[in-house]
């Protein structure tokens, strides 16, 4: 297997940039948690998330992000997605092999190092209210401020429209 170096955040920058999608980014201590994330980020607005890297019985790969605050039933979330039987978390070899980046860096603009096309992601649509949205540019010390639109814009150019579905209760 050819192993293909994933995108810099400067380089994610450069791409949404060439997209003509505005995008703002606060520089912070790294964090693991959506605690440490609430208490570093200050006051930034807009919608603050979790990214859930998840795995079905037969191996298809589900990146699914959600408010951070929101209650996903992981239990019966496979049926509302179709997936084939119970979602396990994803191994932090696998997150680097398909999105390359480490576990406490998942986030939707990862898409752009899934050149296979193997994630499908997951948008909830509670989330997909708030006109803002903050996520990591690949890596856990910095909070990147985007527009709903344009994450919707940088998924269909990275090759991954996404499904915007009601996952979290």
Do not use: Q
């Not at 450069?14 to 994330?37: M, W």
């Not at 859930?52 to 589900?62: C, H, I, N, T, V």
């Not at 949205?133 to 919707?152: E, K, Q, V, Y």
Request: net charge positive.
């Amino acid at each position: 297997m050819k192993l293909v170096m994933p995108a810099s955040p400067d380089e994610l920058f450069a791409y949404l940039d060439s997209l003509g999608i505005a995008h703002k980014t606060v520089t912070h201590p790294p964090v693991f948690t959506v605690e440490e994330a609430r208490t570093l980020r200050g006051k930034l607005a807009g919608g603050h998330t979790k990214n859930l890297f998840l795995r079905d019985k037969k191996g298809a790969l589900f990146l699914v992000v959600a408010p951070e605050d929101a209650s996903i039933e992981l239990r019966s979330l496979h049926r509302l997605l179709g997936a084939s039987g119970r979602f396990s978390f994803g191994s932090a070899e696998l997150l680097r092999e398909t999105l390359g980046v480490e576990p406490g860096s998942v986030t939707p603009f990862a898409a752009i190092n899934d050149k296979a096309g193997r994630v499908t992601v997951i948008l909830d649509a509670a989330m997909m209210a708030n006109e803002t949205l903050n996520f990591h540019p690949l890596a856990n010390t910095r909070t990147t401020t985007i527009s709903r639109d344009g994450l919707l814009k940088f998924l269909d150019a990275a090759g991954h429209p996404p499904r915007v579905a009601p996952v979290s209760v």
